[in-house]
Nanobody
Protein backbone atom coordinates (compact mmCIF):
# COMPACT_ATOMS: atom_id res chain seq x y z
CA UNK A 1 0.00 0.00 0.00
CA UNK A 2 1.67 3.17 -1.20
CA UNK A 3 -1.21 5.49 -0.38
CA UNK A 4 -0.61 6.91 3.09
CA UNK A 5 -3.33 7.39 5.67
CA UNK A 6 -3.49 10.59 7.67
CA UNK A 7 -4.87 10.86 11.19
CA UNK A 8 -4.71 12.96 14.31
CA UNK A 9 -6.67 16.03 13.32
CA UNK A 10 -9.40 17.55 15.39
CA UNK A 11 -10.72 20.65 17.07
CA UNK A 12 -8.25 22.61 19.15
CA UNK A 13 -8.21 26.05 20.70
CA UNK A 14 -5.87 28.67 19.35
CA UNK A 15 -2.53 28.22 21.05
CA UNK A 16 -3.03 24.50 21.46
CA UNK A 17 -1.26 21.52 19.95
CA UNK A 18 -1.99 18.51 17.77
CA UNK A 19 0.12 15.70 16.41
CA UNK A 20 -0.73 14.36 12.99
CA UNK A 21 0.32 10.94 11.76
CA UNK A 22 0.99 9.71 8.25
CA UNK A 23 1.19 5.94 8.04
CA UNK A 24 1.76 3.64 5.10
CA UNK A 25 2.66 0.01 4.70
CA UNK A 26 4.93 0.56 1.72
CA UNK A 27 8.56 0.35 2.75
CA UNK A 28 9.40 3.29 0.53
CA UNK A 29 8.01 5.53 3.24
CA UNK A 30 10.92 4.54 5.43
CA UNK A 31 13.43 6.27 3.22
CA UNK A 32 11.73 8.51 0.67
CA UNK A 33 11.08 12.18 1.22
CA UNK A 34 7.62 12.77 2.66
CA UNK A 35 5.74 16.01 2.81
CA UNK A 36 2.83 17.36 4.81
CA UNK A 37 0.52 19.63 2.88
CA UNK A 38 -2.63 21.51 3.75
CA UNK A 39 -5.57 22.98 1.96
CA UNK A 40 -7.90 25.54 3.45
CA UNK A 41 -11.29 26.31 1.90
CA UNK A 42 -10.92 28.40 -1.23
CA UNK A 43 -7.14 28.09 -1.23
CA UNK A 44 -4.63 25.98 -3.09
CA UNK A 45 -2.93 23.08 -1.41
CA UNK A 46 0.40 24.17 0.01
CA UNK A 47 3.48 22.49 1.37
CA UNK A 48 3.77 22.80 5.13
CA UNK A 49 6.83 20.71 5.88
CA UNK A 50 8.83 17.89 4.42
CA UNK A 51 11.51 15.49 5.53
CA UNK A 52 14.16 13.97 3.32
CA UNK A 53 16.70 11.20 3.74
CA UNK A 54 19.10 11.78 6.58
CA UNK A 55 16.44 13.60 8.54
CA UNK A 56 16.81 17.00 6.93
CA UNK A 57 13.60 18.98 7.36
CA UNK A 58 12.16 22.04 5.69
CA UNK A 59 9.22 24.21 6.69
CA UNK A 60 6.99 26.84 5.24
CA UNK A 61 7.78 30.23 6.73
CA UNK A 62 4.32 30.40 8.26
CA UNK A 63 4.95 27.38 10.49
CA UNK A 64 8.66 27.64 11.28
CA UNK A 65 9.30 27.41 14.98
CA UNK A 66 5.83 25.99 15.65
CA UNK A 67 5.63 22.76 13.64
CA UNK A 68 8.01 19.82 13.68
CA UNK A 69 8.08 16.99 11.16
CA UNK A 70 9.65 13.71 12.17
CA UNK A 71 9.86 10.12 11.00
CA UNK A 72 9.61 6.86 12.93
CA UNK A 73 11.21 4.33 10.63
CA UNK A 74 10.22 1.35 12.74
CA UNK A 75 6.56 2.36 12.54
CA UNK A 76 6.77 3.57 8.94
CA UNK A 77 5.09 6.74 10.08
CA UNK A 78 5.77 10.43 9.58
CA UNK A 79 4.48 12.85 12.19
CA UNK A 80 3.68 16.52 12.20
CA UNK A 81 3.75 18.05 15.66
CA UNK A 82 1.86 21.33 15.58
CA UNK A 83 2.23 23.74 18.48
CA UNK A 84 0.89 27.24 19.12
CA UNK A 85 -1.81 26.69 16.54
CA UNK A 86 -3.36 29.73 14.91
CA UNK A 87 -6.68 30.21 13.18
CA UNK A 88 -4.89 30.36 9.86
CA UNK A 89 -3.59 26.81 10.42
CA UNK A 90 -7.11 25.44 10.03
CA UNK A 91 -7.22 23.21 6.96
CA UNK A 92 -7.31 19.64 5.76
CA UNK A 93 -3.85 18.19 6.14
CA UNK A 94 -2.45 15.60 3.76
CA UNK A 95 0.77 13.71 3.43
CA UNK A 96 2.40 12.41 0.30
CA UNK A 97 5.65 11.10 -1.02
CA UNK A 98 7.67 14.06 -2.17
CA UNK A 99 10.72 14.93 -4.20
CA UNK A 100 13.63 16.67 -2.57
CA UNK A 101 12.21 20.18 -3.04
CA UNK A 102 8.91 19.03 -1.54
CA UNK A 103 6.71 18.60 -4.59
CA UNK A 104 4.16 15.78 -4.16
CA UNK A 105 4.80 12.62 -6.16
CA UNK A 106 1.63 10.55 -5.80
CA UNK A 107 -1.15 11.70 -8.10
CA UNK A 108 -3.85 10.54 -5.76
CA UNK A 109 -4.37 12.01 -2.35
CA UNK A 110 -5.81 10.42 0.74
CA UNK A 111 -8.77 11.76 2.65
CA UNK A 112 -6.58 13.91 4.80
CA UNK A 113 -7.25 14.91 8.36
CA UNK A 114 -9.19 18.01 9.32
CA UNK A 115 -7.66 20.54 11.69
CA UNK A 116 -10.03 23.12 13.13
CA UNK A 117 -8.79 25.94 15.34
CA UNK A 118 -11.28 27.70 17.59
CA UNK A 119 -11.03 30.95 19.49
Amino acid sequence: QVQPVESGGGLVQAGGSLRLSCAASASIFKIAPVGWYRQAPGKQRELVAHIISGGTTNYADSVKGRFTISRDIAKNTVYLQMNRLKHEDAAVYYCNLADTPGRPLLRSWGQGTQVTVSS
